[in-house]
Protein backbone atom coordinates (compact mmCIF):
# COMPACT_ATOMS: atom_id res chain seq x y z
CA UNK A 1 0.00 0.00 0.00
CA UNK A 2 1.42 2.99 -1.18
CA UNK A 3 -0.07 5.68 0.81
CA UNK A 4 0.17 3.56 4.26
CA UNK A 5 2.00 5.16 7.40
CA UNK A 6 2.69 1.55 8.87
CA UNK A 7 3.74 -0.27 5.66
CA UNK A 8 5.91 2.63 4.96
CA UNK A 9 7.89 1.89 8.43
CA UNK A 10 7.91 -1.55 7.63
CA UNK A 11 9.60 -0.59 4.36
CA UNK A 12 11.84 1.61 6.39
CA UNK A 13 10.76 4.76 4.13
CA UNK A 14 9.99 6.42 7.32
CA UNK A 15 12.05 5.77 10.39
CA UNK A 16 10.78 4.00 13.29
CA UNK A 17 11.99 2.12 16.88
CA UNK A 18 11.97 -0.84 15.69
CA UNK A 19 11.67 -3.42 19.05
CA UNK A 20 10.84 -6.76 17.19
CA UNK A 21 10.91 -8.32 13.76
CA UNK A 22 9.84 -11.89 12.24
CA UNK A 23 8.91 -13.01 8.86
CA UNK A 24 5.03 -11.89 9.27
CA UNK A 25 5.49 -9.15 11.95
CA UNK A 26 6.93 -5.51 12.64
CA UNK A 27 6.87 -3.91 15.62
CA UNK A 28 8.34 -0.24 16.84
CA UNK A 29 7.77 1.58 19.25
CA UNK A 30 4.69 4.40 19.21
CA UNK A 31 5.74 8.24 18.36
CA UNK A 32 2.98 9.42 21.27
CA UNK A 33 3.60 6.65 23.78
CA UNK A 34 0.62 6.74 26.57
CA UNK A 35 2.64 4.19 28.63
CA UNK A 36 6.70 3.60 29.89
CA UNK A 37 6.27 0.53 27.31
CA UNK A 38 3.98 1.42 24.52
CA UNK A 39 4.90 -1.16 21.07
CA UNK A 40 2.74 -1.44 17.62
CA UNK A 41 2.93 -4.60 16.62
CA UNK A 42 1.78 -5.12 12.69
CA UNK A 43 1.44 -7.57 10.10
CA UNK A 44 3.64 -7.04 7.19
CA UNK A 45 0.87 -7.87 5.21
CA UNK A 46 -1.03 -4.79 4.31
CA UNK A 47 -4.64 -4.98 5.79
CA UNK A 48 -7.07 -2.48 7.24
CA UNK A 49 -8.24 -3.91 10.69
CA UNK A 50 -8.96 -7.19 12.27
CA UNK A 51 -12.10 -7.61 10.31
CA UNK A 52 -10.24 -8.77 7.15
CA UNK A 53 -10.34 -12.46 6.36
CA UNK A 54 -6.67 -12.66 6.98
CA UNK A 55 -6.42 -10.74 10.44
CA UNK A 56 -7.59 -14.24 12.61
CA UNK A 57 -3.87 -15.61 11.16
CA UNK A 58 -2.09 -12.04 11.18
CA UNK A 59 -3.41 -11.86 15.29
CA UNK A 60 -2.02 -15.27 15.82
CA UNK A 61 1.50 -13.89 14.61
CA UNK A 62 1.03 -10.66 16.03
CA UNK A 63 0.29 -12.25 19.82
CA UNK A 64 3.26 -14.36 19.12
CA UNK A 65 5.51 -11.19 19.11
CA UNK A 66 3.36 -9.88 21.95
CA UNK A 67 4.78 -12.75 24.14
CA UNK A 68 8.47 -11.79 22.94
CA UNK A 69 8.17 -8.64 23.78
CA UNK A 70 6.36 -8.57 27.27
CA UNK A 71 9.88 -10.42 27.87
CA UNK A 72 11.79 -8.60 26.54
CA UNK A 73 10.57 -5.58 27.88
CA UNK A 74 10.29 -7.66 31.84
CA UNK A 75 6.07 -6.91 32.02
CA UNK A 76 5.18 -10.24 32.17
CA UNK A 77 5.19 -10.13 36.67
CA UNK A 78 3.37 -7.07 36.69
CA UNK A 79 1.08 -7.25 33.25
CA UNK A 80 0.21 -5.17 30.53
CA UNK A 81 -2.34 -4.19 28.12
CA UNK A 82 -3.04 -5.38 24.33
CA UNK A 83 -5.30 -3.48 22.21
CA UNK A 84 -6.93 -3.44 18.85
CA UNK A 85 -8.87 -0.16 17.62
CA UNK A 86 -10.74 -0.68 15.20
CA UNK A 87 -12.93 1.89 13.01
CA UNK A 88 -14.21 5.20 14.20
CA UNK A 89 -15.65 4.30 17.37
CA UNK A 90 -13.29 2.23 18.10
CA UNK A 91 -10.79 5.08 17.88
CA UNK A 92 -8.49 3.75 15.10
CA UNK A 93 -6.51 6.40 13.24
CA UNK A 94 -4.38 4.70 11.51
CA UNK A 95 -5.80 1.73 8.49
CA UNK A 96 -3.54 -0.26 8.94
CA UNK A 97 -4.32 -3.23 11.69
CA UNK A 98 -2.04 -3.06 14.67
CA UNK A 99 -2.00 -4.13 18.34
CA UNK A 100 -1.21 -1.61 20.83
CA UNK A 101 1.51 -3.57 23.74
CA UNK A 102 0.88 -1.03 26.46
CA UNK A 103 2.75 -1.60 30.03
CA UNK A 104 5.06 -0.43 32.44
CA UNK A 105 2.59 1.84 34.49
CA UNK A 106 -1.60 0.92 36.09
CA UNK A 107 -3.58 1.10 33.36
CA UNK A 108 -7.07 2.60 34.12
CA UNK A 109 -10.52 0.49 33.21
CA UNK A 110 -12.71 1.87 31.67
CA UNK A 111 -10.92 3.15 28.36
CA UNK A 112 -12.88 6.55 28.05
P1 LIG B 1 -4.74 3.98 16.43
O1 LIG B 1 -5.21 5.32 16.91
O2 LIG B 1 -4.96 3.79 14.95
O3 LIG B 1 -5.22 2.81 17.25
O4 LIG B 1 -3.17 3.98 16.68
C1 LIG B 1 -2.27 4.58 15.82
C2 LIG B 1 -1.04 4.88 16.63
O5 LIG B 1 0.01 5.21 15.73
C3 LIG B 1 -1.18 6.07 17.58
O6 LIG B 1 -0.96 5.63 18.93
C4 LIG B 1 -0.11 7.04 17.12
O7 LIG B 1 0.55 7.69 18.19
C5 LIG B 1 0.83 6.16 16.33
N1 LIG B 1 1.54 6.85 15.26
C6 LIG B 1 1.02 7.75 14.37
N2 LIG B 1 1.97 8.15 13.51
C7 LIG B 1 3.12 7.50 13.86
C8 LIG B 1 4.46 7.51 13.33
O8 LIG B 1 4.78 8.19 12.36
N3 LIG B 1 5.36 6.71 13.96
C9 LIG B 1 5.04 5.94 15.05
N4 LIG B 1 6.02 5.19 15.60
N5 LIG B 1 3.79 5.89 15.55
C10 LIG B 1 2.84 6.67 14.97
ZN1 LIG C 1 -0.24 -0.70 5.43
Redesign the pocket.
Known amino acids: MEDC??CK?IAGQ?P??KVYENEFIYA???????APT?V?IVPKEHMQDMMDPRAPQAIAHMTEAAQAIVRSENLEQAGFRA???TGVD??????HL?M?LLGGRSLQWPPG
Not at 28 to 34: H, M, T, V
Not at 90 to 95: A, C, K
Open positions: LFIIGDFRDIDPQHLVLNGGQSVPHH
